[in-house]
């Protein structure tokens, strides 16, 4: 057997082996897997469908066929239940603290504008260059409605943001912090508590993007003392293409604030129709219209089937799936100019891993071709994400391998060098 014959067999094995001692192994049969050679390692863009889902959703459509506008009785509350399966299975803050609502985008623009309300004469609101491209328009377009100013600080994209360079661009003038939690190129993980501390000390508010760690890491959101997050439902969280967002708002923050979309799913006694916006005190004050309750159902089933696995169970099979690809990466792939573009510490990673390679968009593209799903990111990143709860570490092997078998033959090559619109 030659020496790398040896290593090839031996990733196979431990592959097997620490199938076999998961203890979440059991909750990839929850999922609807159709095609069982498909190697799926996109599930932080778009989760796979959870079979209780499917049924799910077969019977909220036959509710609304036969319980017509009777059904809102138990619709209207939907959100909130949601809210507080997040709360205390999936995100670690208190129930009435969590609501489905809107898109991330959307919850961005309410929860910053109002958190800069909340901060008068305050002029800087404060983001990093790395964070997610949505995060950053919307807050260039508050400050600019607001008249105030972004100060955007530097960020290794393959390391994240750091604390000391947050704690630099602080003063009195800051109203709001807002940053991505996990950053969506690298998964790096922010250090939330210390970020969050800093900003409090010079009286900032915190707004954190979750879209990437809501269901991959624990989201110490109460330890941390955060104000203020929003996240999507259908990456980690498996709620599907377009399902509804969350947002969280701090207990004691939220008589406090005003947002500024101000809809009838707001507003006190909503049914009495008045003729004023005079908002509820409670967390509701941040809906806005009717809920999608189709989505809000698959949020329901995809939030429980994470807090039945337990979140930390979840983020150590995460890490130790990243463990497992960095090793991989570096024995296979790095002799390919493949570069690790993610923190090589386990508790410094969200639930992916990239790599950084010239020619990542070629690679991605014939990893799909060979039954491979992996994603490109700006600039020359291929991202390998986890769905912990379905990723066996045999379908990280399975990817390399084929990864691996591309570099060597080179048949990246014959794929084409121009971008898609959707990567
Ligand atoms: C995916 C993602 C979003 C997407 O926001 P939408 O409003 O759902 O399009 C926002 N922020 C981050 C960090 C993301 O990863």
């Given amino acids: 057997m030659t020496p790398s014959l ?22 990839r049969d929850r999922f609807v897997i159709p095609d069982e050679r498909l190697v799926y390692l996109d599930g932080n863009s778009l989760g796979r469908l959870p079979t209780s889902t499917r049924e799910r959703l077969h019977r909220a459509i036959d509710e609304w066929g036969a319980d017509l506008i009777r059904g809102w009785d138990r619709w209207i509350t939907l959100a909130r239940e949601v809210g507080d399966v997040l709360a205390t299975g999936v995100l670690e803050a208190a129930p009435g603290e969590v609501v489905l609502s809107d898109s991330t985008s959307v919850n961005l623009y309410k929860l910053a504008d109002a958190a800069c309300a909340a901060r008068p004469g305050r002029r800087v609101i404060v983001t990093d ?65 210390a970020v969050t501390a800093a900003a409090h000390a010079v009286g900032a508010l915190t707004l954190w993007d979750l879209s990437h760690s809501a269901g991959a890491v624990r989201v110490p959101l109460r330890s941390a003392g955060v104000d203020l997050a929003t996240g999507c439902t259908y990456k980690h969280l498996n709620a599907g293409p377009g399902a509804p967002a969350f947002l969280f708002v701090r207990a004691g923050l939220q008589r406090e604030l005003r947002q500024p979309i101000w809809g009838w799913f707001g507003q006190r006694e909503q049914f009495d129709m008045g003729a004023a916006y ?28 994470t807090a039945e696995a337990g979140i930390g169970a979840v983020a150590e099979k995460g890490a130790a799936l990243g463990a497992y690809a960095i090793e991989v990466c570096d024995a296979w792939l790095a002799p390919y100019g493949f570069a690790l573009a993610s923190p090589r510490s386990g508790t410094r990673r969200g639930g992916h891993v990239t790599l950084h390679h010239p020619r990542a968009w070629q690679f991605s593209q014939a990893l799909r071709a060979a039954g491979v799903v992996p994603d490109f990111r700006t600039p020359d990143r291929l991202r390998l994400g986890f769905g912990t709860l379905y990723t066996r570490f ?26 898609a619109r959707v990567t």
């Fill in 278 to 305: 005079d908002p509820v005190e409670t967390l509701d004050r941040f809906q806005v219209g009717t809920p999608p309750v189709l989505g809000a159902y698959a949020a329901l089933e995809g939030a429980r089937l």
């Fill in 6 to 27: 040896y290593r090839v067999a031996d990733f196979l094995a431990q592959a097997r082996e620490l199938d076999a001692a998961d203890p979440l192994a059991a909750f």
């Fill in 129 to 193: 260059d790395d964070n997610f491209p949505t995060d950053r328009y919307i807050l260039q377009g508050l400050a600019e409605a607001r008249g105030l100013e972004l100060r955007v600080v530097k960020t290794d994209i393959d390391l994240g943001v750091s604390v000391e360079s947050v704690r630099e661009a602080l003063d009195e003038d800051v109203a709001l912090v807002s940053l991505s939690h996990v950053a969506y190129r690298s998964g790096a993980v922010a250090d939330m508590a």
């Fill in 394 to 419: 045999a379908d990280v092997y399975a990817g390399l391998a084929c990864l691996r078998d591309i570099a060597a033959s080179g048949s990246h090559r014959e794929f084409p060098e121009q971008h």
